[in-house]
């Protein structure tokens, strides 16, 4: 028996037994065609070709039961199920055999085939696409060691993935180039600022001596101010979050504006101290930044802090400005005409630092003021 009429014949095993639990469960079929129907199985009307199937049949197998004896008849390369008891005989033939010698089945199925081979086929030219893809967006997000070349095929896919990875290649060059650059100065900058401090410390005038060291512990604080901004720019930063009073890192941005008559310039209005998970030294230097941007273009050189219960407000005097905020949030915007020195990168280097830890960098004008704030979700507040 080939393996078509096998798999016939365990179907009309499968119907029969099922058949037969029914029957045990006292739920027989209200239509037995119906049922036998469902099981791929055709009644047989024809009373000539019954007879046939009865009497020229080759019977595989019988069964008998409480409802009736059920046999399993090849006839003419098709499969039948024979039924009969006291009252009647029925035959079943399993269409399947019917479907097997179609040709049109036979065309159905070498066109699937086809189709399924095509499918699999561009599916598979695309993989390299959807691999270059995936290592684009890990080169967007900062990861510098992504190999988009890493396909070795040679046609337009390919080309472009080998471009991508030699334009790639150039900026990290460039990037290690700055890093060093940045890295050498920041330590070329320590060594006299060391010197100058033991030279310091061998003066006998207290008062020179204690000034002179308070310069040089500030020279200090900037030059790591440098480092992590350089850090920052290059996604090279990693966070060390920890929860922290807003007051705390008040104090830390205090020391760290090198301002002699803070309390003049600056006032704050802390209306919760505001528990705060940040890294405390870039968090403490967006506000520095913050602090420093306002005090620039104050038109009365007089700041505002305030602190309430989910976000952190600088205040400053001074007109409007002359185009949007995002505008001057990207890198070097600075106005032609503006007098105040700087690089145009403070507002820039907040906006970087909200972005890692997740919070929003808003601004607002009214009456004269203007308002920058970083909104947070607070751990809590006294």
């Given at each position: ?24 469960r006292?739920?027989p ?5 119906r ?25 595989f197998?019988?069964?008998?039961t ?59 030219s ?26 070795h ?24 180039s ?21 030279i310091t ?51 830390q ?24 998970n940040?890294?405390f ?28 219960e ?9 007109a ?5 905020f ?10 032609k ?13 907040i ?24 909104v ?7």
């Amino acid at each position: 028996m080939n393996r078509a009429l096998g798999s016939m014949q365990a179907n009309q095993i499968n119907a029969v037994n099922n058949l037969l639990e029914l029957y045990k469960r006292n739920a027989p079929p209200s239509d037995i065609e119906r049922y036998f129907s469902s099981y791929g199985l055709e009644l047989v009307k024809d009373k000539n070709i019954i007879q046939n199937i009865i009497t020229s049949g080759k019977i595989f197998f019988v069964q008998d039961t409480s409802i009736g004896e059920f046999s399993s008849v090849e006839y003419n390369n098709s499969l039948f199920l024979n039924i009969k008891n006291n009252s009647f005989v029925v035959v079943f033939e399993s269409l399947g055999t019917k479907n097997l010698n179609d040709p049109l089945w036979v065309g159905f199925l070498l066109t699937m085939a086809v189709l399924i081979s095509l499918y699999l086929s561009i599916v598979r030219s695309f993989t390299p696409l959807k691999k270059l893809s995936k290592n684009i967006k890990k080169f967007a997000q900062g990861n510098l060691d992504v190999n988009l070349a890493a396909t070795h095929s040679e046609d337009e896919i390919g080309q472009v993935a080998q471009e991508f990875n030699n334009a790639i290649a150039k900026i990290q060059e460039l990037i290690r180039s700055r890093q060093l650059f940045l890295r050498t100065i920041m330590h070329e900058l320590k060594t006299p600022i060391g010197k100058g401090r033991l030279i310091t410390e061998m003066l006998d005038d207290e008062t020179q001596k204690e000034r002179l060291v308070n310069v040089f512990e500030r020279l200090e604080i900037l030059i790591n101010e440098f480092a992590k901004i350089e850090q920052l720019l290059s996604k090279s930063y990693s966070l060390n979050y920890q929860d922290y009073h807003f007051s705390l890192i008040l104090e830390q941005v205090k020391d760290m504006s090198m301002l002699d008559n803070w309390d003049e310039l600056i006032s704050s209005d802390i209306k919760c101290d505001a528990v705060i998970n940040v890294d405390f030294g870039l968090f403490a230097l967006a506000i520095k930044n913050l602090i420093d941007n306002a005090l620039k273009y104050s038109s009365d050189k007089k700041v505002r802090i305030i602190c309430d219960e989910n976000k952190v407000s600088v205040a400053n005097r001074g007109a409007a400005l002359a185009k949007s905020f995002e505008h001057y949030k990207q890198a070097f915007i600075r106005n032609k005409d503006e007098k105040a020195t700087g690089m145009g990168l403070g507002l820039y280097i907040i906006d970087k630092i909200c972005e890692l830890h997740k919070f929003r960098f808003e601004y607002n004008y009214s009456d004269g003021t203007h308002y920058f704030s970083i909104v947070f979700s607070p751990k809590g507040a006294i």
